[in-house]
């Protein structure tokens, strides 16, 4: 009777481990986001090894970065959820983590491209646009490249419209 309860014990053991990794793997607590309390998920979108929130809490807008063997778990400082001037940005560059996270907020309708600008490499941002009319963007980059002393905006935001006209731009 004792090798039978340890073999149904081992196996639940098992069985629990095994589940947690394969078929839950996306999901995300509300303990894993810094203010779990007042956090709302505003959208969710899987890519090929990863997966994009995008939400809200009590500081403002942020967007969410899981990978999906569950290495790691980051956000973005807090932005506006209704910019003022029709778009908004958010970033993160934790150095533990090998990704750079930029995203935000597009409420100006006519915002149709975002690219984000480094010295050498730029990335067309993907934009989303949720059931509910809300339109988010965002994109990785592996690393940031370092800035050169004294060159001002080696790092650029800018938002297009259908005639490649720029309707947004910010530089850091």
């Given at each position: 009777m004792k090798?039978?309860?340890l073999f149904f014990s081992v196996f639940l053991l098992?069985?629990?481990?095994?589940?947690?990794?394969?078929?839950?793997?996306t999901?995300?607590?509300?303990?894993?986001?810094?203010?779990p309390k007042s956090?709302?998920?505003?959208?969710?979108?899987?890519?090929?090894?990863?997966e994009i929130v995008f939400y809200t809490d009590e500081t403002g807008y942020r967007i969410g970065y899981k990978k999906l063997d569950g290495e790691y778990w980051t956000h973005t400082g807090n932005?506006?959820?209704?910019?003022?001037d029709?778009?908004?940005?958010?970033?993160?560059?934790?150095?533990?983590?090998?990704?750079?996270?930029?995203?935000?907020?597009?409420?100006?309708e006519k915002i149709t491209t975002v690219f984000v600008k480094q010295k050498t490499m730029?990335?067309?941002?993907?934009?989303?646009?949720?059931?509910?009319?809300?339109r988010f963007w965002f994109t990785t980059f592996g690393?940031?490249?370092?800035?050169?002393?004294?060159?001002?905006?080696?790092?650029?935001i800018e938002a297009f419209d259908d005639n490649g006209n720029i309707l947004w731009k910010d530089g850091i």
């Open positions: 090798k039978i309860l098992l069985n629990t481990a095994c589940s947690n990794t394969s078929s839950n793997i999901e995300l607590s509300l303990e894993n986001f810094p203010h956090t709302e998920i505003l959208d969710r979108q899987r890519k090929d090894d990863y932005g506006e959820i209704n910019p003022t029709g778009f908004d940005w958010v970033m993160n560059n934790d150095p533990t983590i090998p990704i750079t996270l930029f995203g935000g907020i597009i409420t100006d730029e990335k067309e941002a993907e934009i989303i646009a949720t059931d509910e009319g809300l690393s940031l490249e370092e800035p050169d002393l004294g060159d001002p905006d080696q790092l650029k």
